[in-house]
């Protein structure tokens, strides 16, 4: 059975009781052993949805480029990252809510209501909010949200791939797959590994660690 494409089931309600400004949140990357976990909030500016749109893992890299000029266009929309050091420091989920936040506050426009995937909230929004489990895949704004941070934070990893060749991260973006940990044996880790996850914390007392350019 092919899922439902998202719509505005989650915000037509909100428009009708007032909020004019809702805003869709969703962060990429909590998994990845390397690079910031990011997080992106968009807020249609009318209330047409956009063809093709998805949750960004059930689309293709083309079909992700495709959408982005239209979100861009339809959407006030602000991206925002919360650091390896801040991931170790805080733990991935604090570190992702806190992205999250920085990505509402960064939007140039007023946000009356704010929907964000998952099930939590961050602390500090600047209006109500509610938590939607699964909302990349129901709601338009929050799916747009999925593919802004998916296409950054995919091409971020990219160049850090061409400062640290060898692990793969131009195709994994950081995950732990095979050529990944085999990577990490071989050539050690780098800055923008995060020490706190297991992999990582468990070759520290035993590989060399790469010095930043």
């Not at 969703?26 to 968009?42: C, K, Q, T, Y």
């Not at 293709?60 to 390896?84: D, Y």
């Not at 991931?87 to 007023?110: E, G, P, T, W, Y």
């Not at 850090?160 to 797959?177: H, M």
Request: with cysteine; charged share 20%; net charge neutral.
């Amino acid at each position: 059975m092919v899922p439902p494409k998202p719509d505005f089931f989650h915000e037509q309600p909100l428009w009708d009781q007032g909020f004019r400004f809702v805003c869709g949140v969703d962060e990429v990357g909590r998994g990845p052993l390397a690079g910031p976990v990011v997080a992106a909030a968009v807020v249609f500016r009318q209330p047409q949805p956009i063809t093709g749109l998805d949750d960004s893992k059930r689309l293709t890299l083309p079909q992700r480029r495709a959408l982005l000029p239209l979100i861009q266009h339809q959407c006030w929309h602000a991206i925002a990252l919360a650091s390896v050091s801040e991931i170790d420091r805080l733990n991935i989920r604090q570190a992702a809510l806190l992205a999250m936040s920085r990505a509402v506050a960064q939007l140039a426009c007023q946000v009356d209501f704010v929907l964000v995937d998952g099930r939590d909230l961050p602390v500090g929004l600047p209006c109500p909010g509610k938590a939607v489990v699964g909302g990349d895949g129901s709601s338009q704004s929050i799916a747009a949200a999925s593919v802004l941070a998916k296409l950054y934070r995919d091409d971020l990893m990219i160049q850090l791939d061409r400062e640290y060749p060898g692990y793969g991260w131009q195709g994994n973006a950081g995950y732990p797959t095979a050529q990944h940990r085999q990577a990490l044996q071989q050539l050690g880790i780098t800055p923008h590994h995060r020490r706190s996850f297991g992999p990582v914390r468990q070759l520290l007392n035993t590989l060399p660690l790469q010095d930043e350019d």
